[in-house]
């Protein structure tokens, strides 16, 4: 079956501008997780969804950074006012929930110049 | 506050021979822990993992892993290691009582395997 999908795989801005990636989990996943990694580190846990609601936002460093999953499929992360320190690679992982092997996307690369 | 140490940046093996990629962990209360592989430009691959019952776990391509408790370590083993085993692996551990499953993932050992 179809695994996790993210978009775009790469994407460069500017610093200030605003950015949105995208990750389609595995059909059946109700449990979403947005990871942060950066070169030579393990990811980081940015943000957590059941279904519908962010259950565990505890990971975002900061007000700049959001993300829905407003039909409890699909998510967007969204980042406002990028900045050079944004740079890394977004990871989306989807799982049956919590304590369940979790399934990554490919990631996309977010370059802020 | 939970954590995951993965005390060797690389690990060197000749093919053939076995390998141990050294992964321990520190967490409030009973772990689930994790093995995940990275290769280059590609997404990280489940490979086994530990949440309760016997203390070695077997998992994909021929991996397995030891959970020992009194000394909070889950190695990742195999018996016979290919060239093409040679890749980054993460260790990652969540409290088993979490109400998020959010994982917290060591710094990652490169393995490299040499004909």
């Known amino acids: 079956g179809a695994g996790v999908s993210q978009t775009p795989s790469n994407k460069v801005t500017e610093k200030g501008k605003y950015v949105e990636l995208r990750c389609d989990p595995i059909?059946?996943?109700?449990?979403l997780y947005w990871y942060r990694q950066s070169l030579g580190q393990g990811p980081e846990f940015l943000i957590y969804f059941q279904g519908t609601g962010a259950a565990d936002d505890s990971g975002l460093p900061n007000d700049r950074f959001f993300a829905v999953r407003p039909e409890g499929s699909v998510s967007t992360l969204k980042i406002q006012r990028t900045e050079r320190g944004d740079s890394a690679v977004y990871l989306c992982a989807s799982s049956f929930g919590p304590g369940w092997e979790q399934y990554f996307g490919p990631g996309t690369r977010l370059t802020v110049t | 506050a939970q954590s995951v140490a993965q005390p060797e940046d690389q690990v060197n093996v000749a093919e053939g021979n076995p390998l141990t990629v050294k992964c321990t962990y520190s967490?409030?209360?009973?772990?689930?822990l994790f093995w995940y592989v990275q290769y280059p430009n590609r997404g990280l691959q489940f490979l086994l993992k530990?949440?309760?019952?016997?203390?070695l776990v077997k998992g994909s391509y021929g991996f397995e892993a030891e959970f020992n408790k009194s000394q909070t370590s889950f190695h990742l083993k195999k018996p016979s290691a290919l060239v093409s085993d040679s890749a980054l692996y993460f260790c990652?551990?969540?409290?088993?009582?979490?109400?998020?499953?959010?994982?917290?993932f060591g710094q990652g050992t490169t393995l490299q395997v040499k004909p």
């Open positions: 059909s059946g996943h109700t449990a």
């Open positions: 990652a551990v969540t409290h088993g009582s979490s109400n998020t499953g959010k994982l917290i």
């Open positions: 530990y949440i309760t019952g016997d203390n």
């Open positions: 967490v409030s209360g009973n772990p689930y």
